[in-house]
């Protein structure tokens, strides 16, 4: 079953503003990661929240993480046309298997 | 480095035909993994190898797929007889102990 569902499942912003999406998660988790899929391409991996971790920066991107409620967020500020993509959270429990959601697609107009 | 590498990127089958799907992981990662994704929806988890060994293959739909990872280098994904359902994007993705997933660009299967 799903484990991360990611919110909204699609986002249009302007260029230079903000973006954000959440992400919930049913069982107790290791740690969370988000990772951005460009089109016809892999995903890449863009930042690992930690279970005992409530925030951590990488560039342009802001991730929180609340165990209490299982959510997190995935803030990415100043938005350019190349953040145009989808992002997906995926969480990983005692095992080595990481559950996806079905992601936030983001189009990023010029 | 490279990175993970999928063989083919497309491949169309007509319903009742063999597919084997190839994946060459990052040279030294025993961790290797199979996902799907299905019509825009979630990317499911398909099954875990570490270097030769099945560690989970939980998400493996049905016994019409069949995964190999024979010395613990490439592995196959095999779906024998595809159905329409098959159609979909596999993933694949290496990774070292429990770091982050390195992922291929995907095979695409359409099964008519």
């Known amino acids: 079953s799903q484990q991360g569902e990611e919110d909204p499942q699609a986002l249009s912003i302007q260029e230079g503003e903000n973006a954000t999406m959440n992400c919930s998660y049913k069982?107790?988790?290791?740690?969370l990661q988000w990772y951005r899929q460009n089109s016809g391409r892999g995903l890449v991996h863009l930042i690992l929240?930690?279970?005992?971790?409530r925030e951590k920066h990488s560039g342009r991107l802001r991730v929180t993480l609340d165990t209490s409620k299982k959510s997190s967020s995935l803030l990415i500020t100043a938005s350019r046309a190349a953040d145009t993509a989808s992002y997906f959270c995926?969480?990983?429990?005692?095992?080595?298997?990481?559950?996806f959601g079905a992601g936030t697609t983001v189009t990023v107009r010029a | 480095e490279a990175g993970v590498t999928q063989f083919p990127s497309h491949s169309v089958i007509e319903k009742g035909q063999t597919v084997t799907l190839r994946c060459d992981p990052i040279?030294?990662?025993?961790?290797l993994y199979w996902y799907r994704r299905v019509m825009g929806k979630e990317i499911k988890f398909l099954l875990h190898?570490?270097?030769?060994?099945?560690?989970?293959e939980s998400g493996m739909p049905n016994n019409r797929f069949l995964a190999e990872r024979t010395g613990g280098t490439y592995s196959t994904l095999k779906v024998q007889p595809a159905e329409l359902e098959d159609s979909g994007v596999y993933f694949c993705?290496?990774?070292?102990?429990?770091?982050?997933?390195?992922f291929g660009n995907g095979t695409r299967l359409t099964v008519t």
């Open positions: 069982t107790s988790i290791n740690n």
């Open positions: 190898f570490v270097k030769e060994s099945k560690q989970d």
């Open positions: 929240i930690r279970s005992n971790e």
């Open positions: 040279s030294g990662h025993d961790n």
């Open positions: 995926a969480t990983r429990s005692n095992d080595y298997k990481l559950s």
């Open positions: 993705a290496s990774s070292q102990d429990s770091g982050p997933l390195h």
